[in-house]
T-cell receptor
Framework: DQQVKQNSPSLSVQEGRISILNCDYTNSMFDYFLWYKKYPAEGPTFLISISSIKDKNEDGRFTVFLNKSAKHLSLHIVPSQPGDSAVYFCAASALGGANSKLTFGKGITLSVRP | DAGVTQSPTHLIKTRGQQVTLRCSPKSGHDTVSWYQQALGQGPQFIFQYYEEEERQRGNFPDRFSGHQFPNYSSELNVNALLLGDSALYLC????????????FGQGTRLTVV
């Protein structure tokens, strides 16, 4: 039973355009969400997070949107750059922060074409 | 400021053997969590240590055990290795109280033959 789902395994976008990566969850106890980027042979790198008391959080080119009623969140990257090409993981926790068990999706491979 | 460091980076073991993986958390962090990432999957939570005690545990057998030391570093031990234990093992550090970020190390690639 996968509680965090990233249904699109891959996404390809043109450099300079917007990348939108989607994530759905089923567990209503989840109240904190994180996005990570992972390059081959490296550990996941933290990108941005959002608490369930918010519906949007921005950090530079990265914005995360949360729709609690739909149990859906998305990561927007604007503008996309070739260096953004990586696997992106959505993760969720149920204790209001990053200090408890994180449940991950399977990841989305983003390719940004020059 | 050193981030999360893990050792070794790669390891090859034989079925039935035991392995110990090590993790030093980011400076200022007091909590260490371990994850297993199989090929093509997201990381799966193994367990979490805080104040030298296991605080949460995922759906992993007792062959997986751990330890946290007074300096917050941690070890993951796996006994009676199976071929299916081959994976990338990731360590994440965070603050137990009010932590809003969890930082990962580069991982240890374990291959069981």
């Amino acid at each position: 039973d996968q509680q965090v789902k990233q249904n699109s395994p891959s996404l390809s976008v043109q450099e300079g355009r917007i990348s939108i990566l989607n994530c759905d969850y089923t567990n209503s106890m989840f109240d904190y969400f994180l996005w990570y980027k992972k390059y081959p042979a490296e550990g996941p790198t933290f990108l941005i997070s959002i608490s369930s008391i918010k519906d949007k959080n921005e950090d530079g080119r990265f914005t995360v949107f949360l729709n609690k009623s739909a149990k859906h969140l998305s990561l927007h990257i604007v503008p996309s750059q070739p260096g953004d090409s990586a696997v992106y993981f959505c993760a969720a926790s149920a204790l209001g922060g990053a200090n408890s068990k994180l449940t991950f999706g399977k990841g989305i491979t983003l390719s940004v074409r020059p | 400021d050193a981030g999360v460091t893990q050792s070794p980076t790669h390891l090859i073991k034989t079925r039935g053997q035991q392995v110990t993986l090590r993790c030093s958390p980011k400076s200022g962090h007091d909590t260490v969590s371990w994850y297993q990432q199989a090929l093509g999957q997201g990381p799966q939570f193994i367990f979490q240590y805080y104040e030298e005690e296991e605080r949460q545990r995922g759906n992993f057998p007792d062959r997986f055990s751990g330890h946290q030391f007074p300096n917050y570093s941690s070890e993951l031990n796996v006994n009676a290795l199976l071929l299916g234990d081959s994976a990338l093992y990731l360590c994440a550090s965070s603050l137990y109280t009010g932590g809003t970020e969890a930082f990962f190390g580069q991982g240890t690639r374990l291959t069981v033959v």
